[in-house]
């Protein structure tokens, strides 16, 4: 199973920063946070990952809780092109298995 | 620089037929391998993974099975396709133990049993 919760959907204005949150409230000692998006009918593209520390990258921002409990994907400016399923994943230690959970459809609004 | 390639990009077999998927990655060795499928409108399945050569992980019973023949190939095969089996086939890559190392993924195959 996941070890991650995400909201099924979320709708955002063009332009506007979109904020996208994902729980992993069972995430334990050096398992790594990961992104992914997938837009419709081609592969998932990693967009960032992260253990503790906020990182950035071209593509966006990952802001971790200091309990690490919890953490949110942002897209600064979003585009029509963001218009994916974002996936959170936590990437669990000494395992290889690596699942999806059901991610977050979003939706930007022209 | 690393690249995975994955063929046939579209295929429609019938159903009792059999299934071959070919998955390589270039520019890296002992990589950890994956095949997930998608079946339309819904998540990534993990089907199979792999840490090395001969060595499968095998995630839900089905009439699918996967190979490592090579340490940089990995091939999925049914011998007998159901309807079921219609969807898109990702297969991805990772640094082996890398869990400091994103997943790569092929542009995957869709395939259509009828």
């Known amino acids: 199973d996941a070890k991650t919760t995400q909201p099924p959907s979320m709708d955002c204005a063009e332009g506007r920063a979109a904020n996208l949150p994902c729980n992993h409230s069972?995430?334990?000692?050096?398992?790594?946070v990961y992104w992914y998006r997938q837009i419709h009918s081609q592969g998932p593209q990693y967009i960032i990952h992260?253990?503790?520390n906020n990182e950035t990258n071209e593509m966006a921002s990952l802001i971790i809780t200091e309990d690490r409990k919890s953490s949110t994907l942002i897209l600064p400016h979003a585009t029509l092109r963001d218009t994916a399923v974002y996936y959170c994943i936590v990437r669990v230690s000494r395992d290889d298995k690596i699942i999806f959970g059901k991610g977050t459809r979003l939706h930007i609004l022209p | 620089s690393q690249t995975i390639h994955q063929w046939p990009a579209t295929l429609v077999q019938p159903v009792g037929s059999p299934l071959s998927l070919e998955c390589t990655v270039e520019g890296t060795s002992n990589p950890n391998l994956y095949w997930y499928r998608q079946a339309a409108g819904r998540g990534l399945q993990l089907l199979f993974y792999s840490v090395g050569i001969g060595q499968i992980s095998s995630e839900v019973p089905q009439n699918l099975s996967a190979s490592r023949p090579q340490d940089r190939q990995f091939i999925l095969s049914s011998k007998k396709l159901l309807l079921s089996d219609s969807g898109f086939y990702l297969c991805a890559w990772s640094t082996h133990r890398g869990y400091n190392s994103p997943l790569h993924f092929g542009n995957g195959t869709r395939l259509t049993v009828t």
């Open positions: 069972t995430i334990s000692g050096n398992e790594y």
């Open positions: 992260g253990l503790k």
